[in-house]
């Protein structure tokens, strides 16, 4: 049985990084059979933290961030070709060039792609970007490079925020909109919010909250020329990057009879997709961003990750569940950890921190611009969040993994519970802000349709 | 040669950075930035950091040779 699953045809669809982490992990653990991987994108695949990060700032251009491979995962490379479906009855991968792959086990690592500014017309205006893809990071880096008298970020979550730093770091002048309270409040609550928003402002960045952007301006040439926005003022500048999250990239699996919706892809805690009646499937795997997956940490609530750690571990825990047999497979328990770098901070992120209802400043403080956070839930820890301390973070990751009681006893590190009166962690709707979290709960059914009567699109 | 840093893992010991300058860099106090591409003269130095890195955070290796695709 398990000599037979090391052989036969794999299928990856996906070819960016949990796509190549899993097909590393095949070969490395006796995968013999035939392997191919099929992306869209027409470049091997290549890591996106730095698109917003190095390549913004200067310095790295957007095409040398090609992922090193632990080992040649001796695969067929179908670059630059979309699969269009997948026949769970027949075991065939559809691409959109007409041809259909067999195979015996297939992996689903589609990702996501940038939320797009809704009004298309406005999209389309020269010197609009998104940032998801290496040629985005380009074209955004070249305009940059033409000195811009002003950029307008619209959105302020992780991204948005790092693109803001990157400009104020060459020297051009930012706006940033957004319609929540603050900057980063939908991933990390109201306490570190604060702190983002006088980075921001420290750092000479134009930032207007509880604003949305109501159009987007064209100059009668198609050229992008500024912005209104709801309260009646006009943005003018001549870069605009729309930072509005992600979308998870499903639609190729609307009729394959999968639980895939716009949260992503439900799979057990073993990365074995569900089919639209809840029922788990044994030969369709699911890892990275496009998933959703159950915790037994943070209630076994399907989570939605956009995390690169994430994509990482899922994909190995995946990749050795797809040549082993049941008693012999692992379950993705991993901790989700996530990182940011802007405005010369280092934020890192552990567990779920909107999966909260208090929070404690447990090490450092808000003046000091360096800080960690602790997160609770009815009264255990959840989720921490270190500003430039992060030889903390493991040390509440253990106390997340054990489920600790919160607040926290003293004793992470150098000095007592900084303040140790829980504030409320002041989570908000995700639906009052501009742009989507990067950790999102999505609740306990695989799929809405076994709850509702699917809405028109 | 490429290298990727996995970042949920640094810890900002810095090590990298005081062993090849020109690839790994700190931005403020332990943010790391660096370059994926390795240059050819910096490919001593890096392995170097690889082996020093003491979470064994950084991967140095070759990109995939899409052939067939
Ligand atoms: C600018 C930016 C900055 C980031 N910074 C951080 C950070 O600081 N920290 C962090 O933890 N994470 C960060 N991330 C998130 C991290 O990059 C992702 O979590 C990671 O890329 C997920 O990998 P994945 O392989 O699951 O999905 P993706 O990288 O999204 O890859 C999916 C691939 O599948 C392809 N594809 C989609 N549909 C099809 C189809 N039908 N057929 C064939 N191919 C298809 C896509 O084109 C893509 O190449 C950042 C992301 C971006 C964009
Ligand atoms: S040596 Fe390792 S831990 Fe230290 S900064 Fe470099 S990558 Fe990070």
Redesign the pocket.
């Known amino acids: 049985m398990a000599g037979e699953l090391r052989d036969g045809r794999i299928v990856v669809?996906?070819?960016?990084?949990?796509?190549?982490?899993a097909a590393e992990t095949l070969r490395e653990e006796g995968f013999t059979g035939s392997l191919t991987v099929?992306?869209?994108?027409p470049?091997p695949?290549y890591?996106?933290?730095?698109?917003?990060?190095q390549v913004l700032i200067g310095g790295v251009p957007a095409d040398t961030t090609g992922l090193p491979t632990r080992r040649d995962p001796d695969a067929d490379w179908r670059l630059g070709?979309?699969?269009?479906g997948l026949d769970l009855l027949e075991r065939r991968v559809l691409?959109?060039d007409g041809e259909s792959l067999p195979y015996d086990r297939v992996l689903i690592?589609?990702?996501?792609?940038?939320r797009p500014w809704p009004d298309a017309g406005e999209a389309a205006l020269d010197g609009v970007f998104t940032?998801?893809?290496r040629d985005?990071?380009s074209g955004l880096a070249e305009r940059l490079d033409a000195g811009p008298g002003r950029v307008l970020v619209i959105g302020a979550g992780?991204?948005g925020s790092?693109?803001a730093s990157a400009c104020r770091e060459r020297g051009l002048d930012v706006t940033v909109a957004e319609r929540g309270p603050a900057p980063l409040v939908g991933a990390l609550g109201g306490t570190l919010s604060q702190l983002a928003a006088v980075m921001h402002r420290g750092h000479g960045v134009d930032l207007r909250c509880g604003v949305t952007v109501t159009a987007l301006l064209g100059d009668g040439n198609e050229r992008f020329v500024g912005a209104d926005l709801s309260d009646g003022t006009r943005v003018e500048a001549d870069v605009c990057v729309v930072a509005l999250g992600?979308v998870r990239?499903v639609?190729?699996l609307a009729d394959s009879g999968l639980a895939a919706g716009a949260r992503g892809i439900a799979c057990d805690a073993g990365c074995r997709a569900f089919n639209m009646y809840g029922i788990v499937t044994d030969d369709v795997f699911v890892?990275?961003?496009?998933?959703r997956f159950p915790h037994p940490l943070f209630g076994y609530q399907m989570l939605s990750?956009?995390?690169?750690?994430?994509?990482?571990a899922?994909?190995e825990v995946a990749a050795h569940n797809m040549i082993n047999p049941g008693p012999l497979q692992r379950p993705h328990l991993a901790v989700p950890?996530?990182?940011?770098?802007q405005f010369g901070l280092n934020i890192k992120s552990v567990g779920v921190p909107t999966y909260s209802d208090h929070v404690v400043i447990a090490q450092g403080s808000l003046e000091a611009r360096r800080l960690a956070v602790v997160y609770g839930y009815r009264g255990r820890v959840t989720a921490a969040v270190t500003v430039d301390m992060a030889k903390s973070l493991d040390y509440y990751r253990h106390l997340i993994e054990t489920a600790a009681p919160f607040p926290p006893p003293p004793g992470a590190a150098d000095r007592a519970i900084a303040a140790d009166v829980p504030i409320p962690s002041d989570v908000p709707d995700p639906k009052g802000l501009s742009h989507e979290p990067?950790v999102a709960l999505t609740g306990h059914l695989p799929d809405r349709r076994l709850m509702v009567v699917q809405p028109t699109r | 040669m490429q290298i990727v840093v996995d970042?949920?893992r640094c810890q900002g010991y810095a090590q990298c950075v005081f062993l090849s300058p020109d690839v790994f860099q700190l931005h403020g106090q332990e943010g790391l930035l660096y370059a994926p591409s390795v240059p050819e003269d910096q490919v001593q130095r890096v392995r170097q950091a690889v082996a020093a890195c003491p979470v064994q955070a950084i991967l140095a290796g070759e990109e995939v040779a899409a052939g067939g695709g």
């Not at chain 1, 099929?38 to 994108?41: A, K, N, S, T, Y």
């Not at chain 1, 890591?47 to 990060?53: E, F, H, I, N």
């Open positions: 669809v996906g070819a960016s990084l949990a796509g190549l982490r099929v992306g869209d994108e470049y695949p890591d996106r933290p730095p698109l917003s990060k070709v979309a699969a269009t691409l959109a690592a589609t990702g996501t792609r940038a940032l998801r893809t985005d990071a992780f991204t790092e693109i992600a990239n639609e190729w890892a990275g961003d496009v998933s990750l956009e995390h690169w750690g994430n994509a990482v899922q994909a950890t996530f990182w940011s770098t990067v | 970042l949920t």
